[in-house]
C-alpha cells in the first residue's frame, strides 16, 4: 500500500518561499511509471493542481504558477518537494502531494488520475 | 473560477440515487477523460471514477461515471449517510493543465 506524508513549515511569511517534502513509503518513486504531484486546496474552496515531477527529473507545471514553482525528487531518500516563491497570503491552503498517472486511454483520450494522496498540511502565509 | 462547473449543492434521501453534473468545453471533457473524487470531511480527496466511467478496486458499484460531449456525471444510487461528502470532477485541459470543478457538497437528508 503506497503511502504519502507532507511535511515542512505550517506558517511562512509573505515574499518568503514555501518548502514542502513529501515522502513515500510502500513503494519506490525510482521504479517508474507515475508522476509525482502537487496539489493544493485553499480554505473552504476546490483544488488546485500545481504541477508533477518523473522519477527522471522531467516536471511541468500549472501555467498559472509556474513562474513561482519549482519541484524536485530525491530518488535516494524516496521523496519529492515543493517549493512556491514569493508567497502571498492567496497562497494559504492545505497543500497535497499525490501519486499521479498520466496516460492515453484505450480510445485514445488523455486521461489523468490521483490514486494516493498524502493527508495534506495547512500552510498559512502571514506575516 | 473553475473552467469545469458544478453545481455548488446536492442533496438526497436514504436509498434514493442522486447524479452530480460537471460541464467543460471541447479542450478538456470533450477531448480527454474525467475523473471524480470524493472528500470525506476533514480528508484527503480519493479517486472514485476514472477514465470517465471505471471504478478503482475497493469503490462500490453504486457509484457509475458517464460522459457525453463536454459534460460528465456522477450517480450514486442507493443513498447512503456515509456518501455525505464534497465531489469534485477533473480532468487534463488541452491549455496543458490539470483542472478541477468547483466541487459539490451532498447531503443526505
Known amino acids: 500500500q503506497v503511502q504519502l506524508q507532507e511535511s515542512g513549515p505550517g506558517l511562512v511569511k509573505p515574499s518568503q518561499t514555501l518548502s514542502l517534502t513529501c515522502t513515500v513509503s510502500?513503494?519506490?518513486?525510482?521504479?517508474?511509471?507515475?508522476?509525482w504531484s502537487w496539489i493544493r486546496q485553499h480554505p473552504g474552496k476546490g483544488l488546485e493542481w500545481i504541477g508533477y515531477i518523473y522519477y527522471s527529473g522531467s516536471t511541468y507545471y500549472n501555467p498559472s504558477l509556474k513562474s513561482r514553482v519549482t519541484i524536485s525528487v530525491d530518488t535516494s531518500k524516496n521523496q519529492f518537494s515543493l517549493k512556491l516563491s514569493s508567497v502571498t497570503a492567496a497562497d494559504t491552503a492545505v497543500y497535497y502531494c499525490?501519486?499521479?498517472?498520466?496516460?492515453?486511454?484505450?480510445?485514445?483520450?488523455?486521461?489523468?488520475?490521483?490514486?494516493?494522496w498524502g493527508q495534506g498540511t495547512l500552510v498559512t502565509v502571514s506575516s | 473560477q473553475s473552467v469545469l462547473t458544478q453545481p455548488p449543492s446536492a442533496s438526497g434521501t436514504p436509498g434514493q440515487r442522486v447524479t452530480i453534473s460537471c460541464s467543460g468545453s471541447?479542450?478538456?471533457?470533450?477531448?480527454?477523460?474525467v475523473n471524480w473524487y470524493q472528500q470525506l470531511p476533514g480528508t484527503a480527496p480519493k479517486l472514485l471514477i476514472y477514465s470517465n466511467n471505471q471504478r478503482p478496486s475497493g469503490v462500490p458499484d453504486r457509484f457509475s461515471g458517464s460522459k457525453s460531449g463536454t459534460s460528465a456525471s456522477l450517480a450514486i444510487s442507493g443513498l447512503q449517510s456515509e456518501d455525505e461528502a464534497d465531489y469534485y470532477c477533473?480532468?487534463?485541459?488541452?491549455?496543458?493543465?490539470?483542472?478541477f470543478g468547483g466541487g459539490t457538497k451532498l447531503t443526505v437528508l
Open positions: 510502500g513503494g519506490s518513486i525510482s521504479s517508474g511509471g507515475y508522476y
Open positions: 471541447s479542450s478538456n471533457i470533450g477531448s480527454n477523460t
Open positions: 499525490a501519486r499521479g498517472s498520466y496516460y492515453y486511454d484505450s480510445s485514445g483520450y488523455y486521461t489523468v488520475l490521483f490514486d494516493y
Open positions: 477533473a480532468a487534463w485541459d488541452d491549455s496543458l493543465n490539470v483542472l
